[in-house]
Every structure is written in C-alpha cells, then in structure tokens.
C-alpha cells in the first residue's frame, strides 16, 4: 500500500484551512517543509504554524526538517504535534544522537539525503529510523523537476533495508507527479511527497487518485 504525503509548501498560505480539508479525506499523511534560511536557501514556516494546523487536521503530520542542527527544535516540532521527523543526514554530526531523541519525544524518527549523497551512508542509520527520504530534487524549493537518478538511491536504500530485514518506510520527494511517480514506485518507495502536483491542482483529491492509479 503506498502512501501520498502532500507538501504544504505549494498551497495557498492564506488558505491553509481550506486547502487542507481539500486533501483531508484522500491523503494519508500531511507533508511540512521546515526551512531555516541556512541549510537552505529559503524559509518557510516553523512550530506556531503547525501547532495551529494540528488543530484542524487529523492527518499524520510529516515534518521534514531542512534546518541546520536540529537538535535545537525537535523537542518544539514534536510538541506541535509532529507524528514524524526527518532531519537530513547532511545538517549535522550527530544524526544517531538526533534520531534517539525524536524516539525519546514519541514521534517517529526518519532521515533524508540529499541527491548528490550516496544512499550507502545510510546504512549504520537504519537501526534508528522508521523511514528513510530520498530526495528527488535540491531541497529549498517546490515546483522542480524530479532527477530520474536518484531512483538509484532509492534501488540501494530498498536493497540494504531487504538485507536489514527490519519495517522501513521509503519516501520520495520533489517533482512528484502522476508522469514521475511510477519510476519511484518500481524503485522500491512506498510513501510519495506531492506539493505542486496535488495543491496545485483543480481537484486535489482527485490529483491524489491519479497518483495511486499510476502505482497500481
Ligand atoms: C523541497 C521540499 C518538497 C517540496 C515538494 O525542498 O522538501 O517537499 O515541497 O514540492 P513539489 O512536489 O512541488 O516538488
Ligand atoms: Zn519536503
């Protein structure tokens, strides 16, 4: 069974209600695009605003974490009711230390590469995540196009957590559309971050349909 995640970043930030019971019934998880202006070269929104969407969303929250250092705000992004977490491998030292503590915090911990970062890396890691996430664009920015190669990564990550034989989840994210997804999908991913593709839509329920019939 896969899962849609969709990116909050391509809605319409003065409708975040709206767009978000638009996607409520037919999305399995909601997708948060914290950016900090350092790790990456935008910023987008941070706690406060997610605290306040928790309150009218009953989604798995998703938060992925594009911030220098995150150790200094995981314990504020679980308190605002993130059901995930992902840092990325490339934003700090002590990724095994992060991932503990959001284990610690009760949310489910994940990591992301960038895709320029070999998926192998990864691998004294997985004994510490729930889900992995390649991403399938530069982080920073929605609205790219997705990069075929980094479905090599996602062949690696699906092959070395096989051999760990342990229950992890391998997300997507970036350029994500109904003409991408299946590449992902046959590369072993079973959890698709979609922002432009499903807000930006007329029907994003509908989008989201589109992009579980692609995988079928
Ligand atoms: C990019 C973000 C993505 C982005 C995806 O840094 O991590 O989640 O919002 O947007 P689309 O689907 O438009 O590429
Ligand atoms: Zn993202």
Known sequence: MIKISPSLLAADFSKLDTCISRIEDSADMLHLDVMDGMFVPNISFGPGVISDIRKTSGLIFDVHLMITNPMRYIAEFAKAGADIITIHYESCDNQIEVLKAIRELGVKP????????????????????????????????????????????????????????????????????AGTI????????????????VFKAADPAAAIAELRKVCE
Request: aromatic share 8%.
């Open 182 to 197: 299946r590449a992902a999908y046959d590369a072993g991913a079973n959890v698709f971050v979609a922002g432009s593709s």
């Open 110 to 177: 994940s990591i992301s590469i960038k895709p320029a970062t070999p998926a192998f890396i990864l691998e004294p890691l997985l004994e510490y995540v729930d889900m992995v996430l390649v991403m399938t664009v530069e982080p920073g920015f929605g609205g790219q196009s997705f990069i075929p190669e980094t479905c090599e990564s996602v062949r690696t990550l699906s092959q070395m957590i096989a051999a760990s034989g342990r229950n992890i989840d391998i997300e997507v994210d970036g350029g994500i559309t």
